[in-house]
């Protein structure tokens, strides 16, 4: 049989599959109503549903997909609309704890009534700030702060005034030094000088000293007695101090808890606010007044009424629309468990509870967190973190100095908070393979996966509800209006952005890309609805944004820098394809394969695997190249053969094994001595039984070479061999598939490697026949005789010489 004629081109009807409206009328997308959920997710969508509803620990969520698979806004949406019916989250304060300052106090308090509490204490505290001063500027408390001050003074003026008449009575005189009071001698009226003291007679000068004694002992007991009358006094001063401001504060204070009735909590703090105030009163007035500096230095860095203030961590409307949904985009350690703020004061770093900042956590307690699980992962100590609190049910505001041991300084500590949360990570499916393989602790923390699919089957149901899903985007970004024909070339782009005619991508990023620069294109050119010419605009911009680095290479194979043959015959070699991707963009390059043979060990040699530019897949099918030579071919002998192959001017790395068909067909020539058609490109891989299998980016293979051939003109003979199983996932370009139509260009399938070497060196394959030898003149008959042949000619290795 002629092996050209096994295999014929595909029809032009098979290159690409047209979209199909026919279960749904509409003449533009403003006919049709918004979709409410993506299509095609309901596994993800049912899961999100699952893990919303759960309230068990541990069921929080892990939400899965392609970069663009808007999986985070949908959630989001999910979980928006199931928290308007769940009840408001409590909010939460931070107070002055006055029992350990370094403890801020957490208060929990119905939603909205925080910042009443924190507007009610700044009304008390303006309140106390006018009647403290007032009260302790007032006649009475300066006639009573007199009257103690004054009864110290005369207690002290009386101790002094009677000794100091007595002893002037006994001719001994009080007198003050610089060091403080003493006693001395009197004569006529005059202290009596030393020399003159020590001139008088013994029994004279022993009766003066003995008198002196005395006094001194009773000036002694008076000194002695004036420390306890001022701390008497200083008692009496702190009573009449707690007296007045207990006058000034109290019917505040009481006025203030009439509006927290129903609140406990508040009314203790109140009360423990009273009891505060009245214990440091001294801070509220001047300083003379305090009495001794009195708790001047306990508000070194504050104002003396900062401390009864109120912080109002998180709160929420008594009104507010349910549960709160937030989503942290930048999840570091502060912003995810909150952070304690400082300030510089007199050249050091103070904080106090006032300066607690909630994280996301303390923002969605009572609700839903969604975190991008990479923006997580890189950001230092937020994934541990975050495990620490799920784990403990706790949010404890953590700072990093103390987690890194850097500062070993007193700072706050305060409550934990209770956590009440659901979070939801989304991220890539690589983050969660890799978290499930090295971190056990995923499993305990989210449960819960929801995997979004990146395509579902089209058919006319489902492509009437993507065309609904193109009406949706349409309209929440309020573009133009799209008509039927606009609909049914996005449809077909779908089809394409999934790599298979049955698919549609789900991809809705690159959808809603695509459909905005369609409605840009459309006002450009004054029109009112989008266009299918609009949608073929927008897509051929795309391409030419991205395409600068694949006219280079294809400009580079025009100018013979880089060989590729789109004519003519070669031994040996042939016209393999690849994909190159880079920045989302995906472009096939053809290139060149060229393989050598002669008489050896049975040896491929894979150059690219030699000087390691190969990966592992790739060497994996050269490998099973060398598994179908020997086993098809001369099973009676060895395989006698050295053969190296090797993608000319490849400069970089060469991975896959879609090439291991070419590289057999290549091989197939060099034995068998057959000139391989250089018009034809071939793809596909190759098992040991030499069936061609499927591969990816087949469109952008197909569409690489042809460019080529096009480029330097159709002649009617080139087109591309690919395996069977990938004509179903063909969506070419319209130019392709009219140059296929007119009969220029070619899309051939085959099955075998049988197949394939036919159709490119123009002579049957050949089978074996009843006696075991392959028809005549056939491929395989010419490779099995030159393998003989190397087997015939190869030397025997030297233990085999010995025996003979």
Not at 420 to 432: C, F, P, Q, S, T
Request: charged share 25%; with cysteine; aromatic share 6%.
């Amino acid at each position: 049989m002629n092996g050209t004629l096994a295999v014929a081109p595909l029809p032009a009807a098979r290159l690409a599959r047209r979209a199909d409206l026919s279960a749904i009328t509409f003449a533009t997308t403003a006919d049709l109503a918004p979709i409410g959920l993506p299509v095609g997710q309901e596994r993800a969508l049912d899961a999100v549903r699952f893990g919303a509803r759960i309230g068990h620990a541990g069921f929080n969520l892990f939400v899965i997909g392609s970069p663009g698979s808007d999986m985070d806004r949908t959630v989001k949406a999910m979980l928006e609309a199931k928290g308007r019916d769940e009840p408001v989250p409590p909010d939460w304060v931070y107070v002055h704890n006055f029992a350990a300052p370094q403890k801020p106090r957490a208060m929990q308090l119905p939603p909205g009534r925080g910042p009443q509490f924190r507007d009610a204490i700044r009304d008390l505290i303006k309140d106390l700030e006018v009647a403290l001063p007032a009260a302790f500027e007032s006649q009475e408390y300066q006639a009573r702060r007199g009257a103690i001050d004054e009864s110290f003074r005369r207690k002290q003026e009386e101790a002094f005034g009677a000794l100091t008449r007595e002893a002037a009575e006994r001719s001994v005189a009080v007198v003050r030094t610089p060091f403080g009071f003493g006693i001395a001698p009197l004569k006529d009226g005059e202290v009596l000088k030393p020399e003159l003291f020590n001139a008088l007679p013994e029994e004279e000068r022993s009766r003066v000293q003995a008198t002196l004694q005395e006094f001194e002992k009773r000036l002694e007991d008076i000194l002695h007695s004036i420390p306890r009358w001022d701390k008497q006094r200083r008692d009496e001063i702190r009573a009449l101090n707690r007296d007045t401001a207990r006058f000034a504060v109290g019917h505040s204070i009481d006025e203030t808890q009439t509006r927290f009735t129903d609140l406990p909590q508040v009314l203790e703090h109140l009360d423990a606010m009273r009891a505060d105030l009245l214990d440091n009163v001294g801070a509220f007035i001047a300083p003379a007044q305090a009495g001794d500096g009195e708790g001047e230095e306990e508000w070194a860095t504050t104002g003396p009424l900062d401390r009864y203030e109120v912080n109002v961590l998180v709160t929420h409307p008594a009104d507010a629309p349910g549960a709160p949904v937030v989503e942290e985009l930048h999840p570091t350690l502060g912003n995810l468990v909150g952070r304690i703020e400082h300030e510089w004061h007199r050249g050091v770093m103070v904080t106090s509870f006032r300066r607690l900042k909630p994280g996301a956590l303390h923002q969605a307690n009572g609700g839903y967190l969604l975190l991008d699980v990479r923006s997580v992962l890189i950001e230092p100590f937020s994934w541990l973190a975050l495990k620490r609190a799920l784990r403990s049910q706790q949010i404890r505001i953590e700072r990093i100095d103390d987690l890194l041991g850097l500062t070993t300084t007193v700072s706050l500590e305060p409550d934990p908070i209770p956590l009440d949360v659901k979070v939801v990570l989304h991220g890539e499916r690589l983050l969660y393979y890799l978290l499930a393989e090295y971190d056990p602790e995923l499993a305990e923390h989210f449960k819960v996966l929801a995997d979004f699919e990146d395509s579902f089957d089209r058919g006319a149901t489902n492509e009437a509800a993507y065309a609904r899903l193109v009406a949706s985007i349409a309209q929440q970004a309020k573009l133009r209006p799209f008509d039927r024909a606009a609909v049914e070339r996005v449809i077909e782009r779908a089809s394409r952005l999934a790599d298979d005619a049955a698919k549609l991508s789900l991809r809705v990023d690159p959808l809603r890309d695509l459909l905005t620069e369609s409605d840009f294109w459309a006002g450009e050119a004054g029109r009112a609805v989008v266009g299918a010419a609009d949608v073929e605009r927008a897509i051929a911009e795309q391409i030419r944004r991205a395409s600068r680095l694949r006219e280079r290479m294809l400009e580079s194979t025009l100018r013979e820098i880089a060989l590729i043959d789109t004519s003519g015959r070669r031994v040996g070699q042939l016209n393999g394809l690849s994909v190159l991707e880079l920045g989302g963009y995906a472009f096939g390059r053809p290139s060149r394969i060229s393989a050598r043979v002669r008489p050896g060990a049975g040896k491929l040699v894979d150059i690219e695997r030699e000087v390691a530019l190969g990966g592992p897949i790739h060497a994996k099918g050269v490998l099973i190249l060398a598994g179908f030579l020997g086993g098809r071919y001369a099973l009676d002998v060895p395989l006698s053969l050295h053969a190296s192959l090797v993608f000319e001017q490849s400069y970089g790395g060469v991975e896959g094994d879609s090439a291991s068909t070419a590289e057999l067909c290549a091989l197939l020539s060099a034995l068998a001595e057959l000139p391989l058609r250089q018009d034809l490109a071939l793809t596909g891989s190759v098992n040991q039984a030499g069936e061609v299998q499927a591969i990816g980016g087949v469109n952008e293979k197909i569409e690489g070479f042809f460019d080529l051939c096009a480029a330097r003109g159709l002649t009617g003979t080139q087109g591309v061999l690919i395996p069977v199983a990938n004509v179903q996932h063909l969506m070419l370009r319209a130019d392709v598939i009219e140059a296929c139509a007119a009969g220029c260009f070619a899309v051939w399938p085959v099955r075998t490697v049988d197949e394939a070497i036919a159709l490119l060196t123009g002579v049957a394959a050949g089978e074996r026949a009843a006696d075991g030898a392959f028809a005549s003149d056939s491929v395989n008959a010419r490779v099995e005789a030159r393998l003989r042949e190397f087997a015939r000619v190869r030397p025997p290795p030297r233990g085999e010489e010995a025996t003979s």
